[in-house]
């Protein structure tokens, strides 16, 4: 017989102890590695464990990204919090619930199949015998390891996990401090980076002296091109910071690209190409008509409300950081050989911060902190300013699409080819063999980052979502990859699945207007898999969505769909939009089928962010430069959605109680933009296939 | 040790908050964020750009909700400044709070104690808004996790909720 899988992030902290302990006061404590991003992971991950122990959830607490406690679960990333994190939690707490269940049956004499457990006690059915995880808990030893032998409940047992559970963080966040914003420690000071003005920007000269005796400052740091400032106060940090600013030189490249339209630029860089899919031939004999278009995105800045923050203090030798980062243990090493200490002199613990949506500049600040706290000796609040958050943290890369198609006669695509253009799209510290913090490549001598590489499929990043969900006969996808990009890129909310389905669904409406079919009817043509067909069927219907209705000259309505890297969540939207003197988004419709659902409300809260951070990048965004100097620095030159922007929304899980929990953080944001580009054409007659779909991009495409 | 443009003077003021006297001792330009996070530890005033862009710092000022990151110290005396902290806790939710936790008008939730403030301070003015009220109301609050549309919800809840209580 073979041994069970376990889920992996318990096959790598496979001891039970590592996940769950019974305290003294008849409460429960998990340990997790996924981390509280705004997802609301610490909620569903506490409604996991308490299902599967047949506990009351208010006894559960759940600590997450402590390097001193919590299991090593990666990256917390990939809308994988509940697909991995949940799973090896679920399988850690049925395990333990089979062990006490066990030393019960043992204990009365009776077999397991007659004990019930009920908000943790254990009793013989029918009888007044019982017992508890806390009263057995001195005699079960948790210090074994999983054997994956343990079957976890089945969905239809679920009474906390797949409810509404209330979030468990937000009382503390709407009534006062609950961020590493707001710790503070003893003796503590405030510290501030003067960060360079572009990439690998030079220091040439700095008065440090006339900064040092600025009312406050308790240091300033220099250390080859990386200044740092301390102060009592961080209203005095701020001031030293902005003559530190103007009182410094630098030497600078100026060499970003001329024109800041991805076609300019991109295409025109040595790439390497790989095909990364491939069925049957092309180009395909028998076609009656072959069409092509060509799509692009630009670099999109996270921009994040809450620049990065964190704390840090030595003490005795010990470096402890608390930060918001995604992954607690990557940081921690990072910052050991930015430090030259041993992994063991240095603690990272998850504090929570304000959104992030992927890699922004979480740890880079991380490092600062530890910087600035070894440099002089007290510990350190080290807060970003909104600059150095749109500046200098890591964006979304820029990206080029080129789709071709082959159709027969009756206007069926028969071959398929998708070609891409693209920087890397994840560069997180710890993915390789370099130092990815931002500090570390100023200070003297510096670290070398990784060498740029990408996420390969099945997730993939240039290449998420690059192979349709269609059945097309044959098909050829592949990337060209530049690895040197020339702004700093890392792992942006989806990576190139926003690019891709943006490209692939705008370019299945291209076709299907071509054909002078219908759009919904002409995707369902093309698509097999139920699960695919059932959510473009549902939002279609909660949309009302009328075949072969037209757009009337300036209301229009359109459709994207995708299932997230072709290996999660299936998700289909719907948007309807008007357009003046810009592209309204009136309304916009959903349909997802992400699996069980742990907790409804909150997946519908993250598929509704999704869209409308999605119409913010569509409609608005994107990163401009001129020779030297990005020009994205506070919300006036990088500019997102507003209130008075957002449409009504309506998402509609489509429920599959049996099937695994699927993350859902992530699958919108492609649909979504390839919704608005198709309802602007519904609505106008007009394509336009680079994005962001500004005034300026419409007026040109109506030209 | 003046350099240009840097007032130095550290004095001794006294502000109104969440309805206490509270002496504080600064810079008279230091922006009222900072005095209100650093020495009077109301950290539910959050610093999200500096620059009057964002609403994350908002308070209520005199009944009005105002952006405390451009606001110095000194002009800021003799006012009644109410924080996040001054409306409820987590003992005792003021209502546009409960109807935030009850909506989950959230993800990270770092906007939304100013926007919290702003929706305070507006049905204090207007108990029962208009769509198009609230939204003004939220004209300079941004959100990046895409809550916007929940807190419109909580607030029109937190309209309903304050109306019935109210009601005699
Ligand atoms: S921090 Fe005051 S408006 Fe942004
Ligand atoms: S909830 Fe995160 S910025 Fe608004």
Redesign the pocket.
């Given at each position: 017989m073979s041994r069970p899988v376990l889920p992996r992030s318990l096959a790598a902290t496979p001891r039970l102890d590592r996940w769950v302990r019974f305290d003294d006061n008849l409460a429960v404590t998990v340990w997790s590695g996924k981390v509280e991003i705004g997802q609301g992971i610490a909620t569903a991950i506490a409604q996991i464990a308490a299902d599967e122990l047949d506990v009351d959830i208010r006894r559960v607490s759940v600590v997450a990204g402590d390097t001193t406690q919590s299991p090593d679960e990666g990256y917390t990333s990939g809308s994988q919090s509940i697909e991995s994190g949940g799973m090896a939690m679920r399988q850690a707490c049925a395990e333990v619930r089979a062990l006490f269940v066990a030393e019960a049956a043992r204990r009365f004499e009776v077999s397991a199949a007659e004990l019930r457990v009920r908000d943790g006690s254990i009793r013989v059915a029918g009888t007044d015998l019982s017992t508890s995880y806390w009263e057995l808990a001195p005699q079960v030893d948790l210090a074994r390891d999983a054997s994956g032998a343990a079957q976890p409940k089945a969905a239809a047992l679920h009474t906390v996990a797949g409810s509404s559970v209330q979030r468990r963080d937000l009382p503390a966040k709407l009534t006062g401090g609950a961020y590493v914003h707001d710790m503070s420690l003893p003796r503590m000071v405030h510290g501030r980076v003067l960060r360079p003005p572009s990439g690998g920007a030079r220091l040439e000269a700095l008065d440090t002296g006339t900064i040092r005796a600025m009312p406050g400052v308790v240091a300033v740091v220099l250390n080859g091109s990386f200044v740092g400032i301390c102060a009592e106060r961080e209203e005095q940090a701020v001031a030293a910071l902005k003559a530190a600013r103007a009182a410094a030189s630098w030497r600078e490249r100026g060499s970003l690209p001329q024109s800041t339209e991805v076609r300019d630029f991109l295409p025109a860089m040595r790439a390497e190409r790989t095909v990364v899919g491939r069925i049957g031939d092309l180009p395909v004999a028998g076609a009656a008509r072959r069409v092509a278009a060509s799509y692009s995105k630009p670099y999109l800045a996270h921009a994040s409300i809450g620049p990065s923050c964190a704390l840090a203090r030595t003490q005795d030798g010990h470096l402890t950081v608390w930060s918001h980062t995604q992954g607690p243990h990557h940081l921690r090493s990072q910052i050991a050989r930015a430090l030259a200490l041993s992994p063991a002199d240095v603690d990272v613990v998850h504090a929570d911060g304000a959104g992030c949506y992927g890699h922004n500049g979480a740890d880079d600040v991380a490092l600062d902190a530890a910087l600035l706290a070894r440099a002089c000796g007290r510990p350190v609040l080290m807060q970003w300013t909104r600059e150095d958050e749109l500046a200098s943290s890591p964006y979304g890369s820029a990206m080029l699409v080129d789709i071709s198609a082959s159709l027969d006669g009756d206007g069926q695509v028969i071959g398929w080819a998708h070609e891409i253009w693209s920087y890397p799209h994840s560069s997180r510290p710890g993915s390789g063999e370099g130092v990815d913090l931002l500090a570390a490549w100023d200070i003297d001598p510096p670290f070398a980052p990784s060498k740029p590489k990408d996420v390969p499929l099945p997730h993939g990043g240039a290449t998420r979502n690059a192979v349709p969900a269609y059945d097309f006969p044959a098909q050829e996808i592949a990337c060209n990859l530049v690895r040197e990009s020339p702004l700093r890129v890392s792992a942006l909310r989806s990576l190139g699945a926003y690019a891709n389905v943006f490209a692939i669904e705008s370019f299945i409406d291209e076709l299907a207007a071509a054909a002078n079919e219908d759009p919904v009817a002409f995707r369902l043509k093309h698509l097999r898999d139920p699960r695919a067909r059932a959510v473009i069927e549902s939002a279609a219907k909660a949309a009302a969505w009328t075949q072969g209705r037209k757009g009337d000259g300036t209301r229009g309505r359109g459709i994207g769909f995708a299932r997230y890297k072709d290996i999660s969540a299936w998700c289909a939207v719907i948007a309807e939009v008007a357009v003046g003197a810009k592209l309204e988004v009136k309304r916009v419709i959903a349909a997802v089928d992400a699996g069980e659902a742990i907790n409804p409300d909150a997946l519908v809260n993250q598929v509704e962010g999704g869209i409308i951070q999605a119409i913010s990048w569509t409609l608005k965004e994107q990163v401009l430069w001129d020779s030297t100097r990005v020009s994205a620095r506070s919300w006036d030159s990088y500019p997102i959605l507003r209130f008075d922007e957002v449409p009504e929304i309506e998402v509609t899980i489509v429920s599959r109680p049996d099937s695994p929990p699927l993350g859902v953080g992530e699958c919108a944001a492609g649909p979504t933009a390839a919704a608005l580009a198709n309802a602007l054409y519904d609505a106008m007659g007009v394509r336009v296939r680079d994005l962001p779909l500004t005034p300026e991009r419409i007026a040109r495409a109506m030209e | 040790m003046t350099s240009a443009g840097m007032d130095a003077d550290v004095t001794v003021r006294t502000l109104r908050v969440n309805g206490v006297d509270r002496e504080v001792t600064a810079a008279p330009d230091t922006p009222l964020?900072y005095i209100l996070r650093n020495d009077l530890g109301l950290k539910g005033t959050r610093?999200?750009?500096?620059?009057?862009?964002?609403?994350?710092?908002t308070v209520i000022l005199d009944g009005r909700a105002v952006?405390?990151?451009?606001l110095p110290l000194w002009s800021a005396e003799g006012h009644e400044i109410t924080t996040v902290e001054g409306i409820g806790s987590e003992g005792g939710l003021h209502p546009v709070q409960q109807a935030f936790i009850d909506v989950q008008a959230a993800q990270c939730g770092y906007c939304c104690d100013g926007i919290v403030m702003a929706a305070v301070a507006l049905l204090d003015r207007v108990p029962d808004p208009t769509d198009e009220a609230i939204v003004a109301a939220l004209e300079r609050h941004l959100c990046r996790c895409g809550a916007h549309t929940r807190i419109l919800r909580a607030i029109r809840a937190a309209a309903v909720a304050m109306a019935k209580s109210a009601a005699p």
């Open positions: - | 964020v610093f999200g750009c500096g620059e009057g862009q964002c609403g994350a710092c952006p405390s990151c451009d």
